[in-house]
T-cell receptor, first 112, second 113 residues
Framework: DAKTTQPNSMESNEEEPVHLPCNHS???????IHWYRQLPSQGPEYVIH???SNVNNRMASLAIAEDRKSSTLILHRATLRDAAVYYC?????????????FGKGITLSVRP | KAGVTQTPRYLIKTRGQQVTLSCSPI?????VSWYQQTPGQGLQFLFE???????NKGNFPGRFSGRQFSNSRSEMNVSTLELGDSALYLC????????????FGQGTRLTVV
């Protein structure tokens, strides 16, 4: 599985935008970029995914570099509830491989 | 719709015993995956079941096994428990294997003493 690299932690202020980076220099052409987050004492929760184009949903936006070697998860207005570990994951969604390979993730702290 | 339900939430077992954990997926979901989460190794994939068949398996010893029933409910079993098996065991369900979004339960916290 191609690997991802994320900073260990980031801090943000409430109601400000947050940009969470992810590097994936060995991404293959069929790898999708998935983001999940894990709130304290909860199981992981799907956030967003994309292949090449930038994606938006009600939770966040995903900006993907043109060469696909990096991506950024954007939370437009951080709330205290967004404090969590965010995982950037690569997965080939075209084949039978269905597992999610989680790295260490980035711990986001949100200051009131 | 009810979410993914894992039972029990907490479990304490003794070394050498065996344990069975249960996962009820979201209604209509036929794919169930299991993950182990520990502070040292993070989240690691155990196996996935779809329509009662194991489709994928992670790098875990044979002491870890699972099965899926016709109603899509799944169980995982760990035999001859070791202290290192203490972990949070998470179950995730998807509507099908082509589905992108996985829905996770809250997990079962297993402590081996």
């Amino acid at each position: 599985d191609a690997k991802t690299t994320q900073p260990n932690s980031m801090e943000s202020n409430e109601e400000e935008p947050v940009h969470l980076p992810c590097n994936h220099s060995t991404i293959s052409g069929t790898d999708y970029i998935h983001w999940y987050r894990q709130l304290p004492s909860q199981g992981p929760e799907y956030v967003i995914h994309g292949l090449t184009s930038n994606v938006n949903n009600r939770m966040a936006s995903l900006a993907i570099a043109e060469d696909r070697k990096s991506s950024t998860l954007i939370l437009h207005r951080a709330t205290l509830r967004d404090a969590a570990v965010y995982y950037c994951i690569l997965r080939d969604d075209t084949g039978a491989n269905s597992k999610l390979t989680f790295g260490k993730g980035i711990t986001l702290s949100v200051r009131p | 719709k009810a979410g993914v339900t894992q039972t029990p939430r907490y479990l304490i077992k003794t070394r050498g015993q065996q344990v069975t954990l249960s996962c009820s997926p979201i209604s209509g979901h036929r794919s169930v995956s299991w993950y182990q989460q520990t502070p040292g190794q993070g989240l690691q994939f155990l196996f996935e079941y779809f329509s009662e068949t194991q489709r994928n398996k992670g790098n875990f010893p044979g002491r870890f096994s699972g099965r899926q029933f016709s109603n899509s409910r799944s169980e995982m079993n760990v035999s001859t428990l070791e202290l290192g098996d203490s972990a949070l065991y998470l179950c995730a369900s998807r509507e099908s294997t082509d589905d992108t979004e996985a829905f996770f339960g809250q997990g079962t916290r297993l402590t081996v003493v």
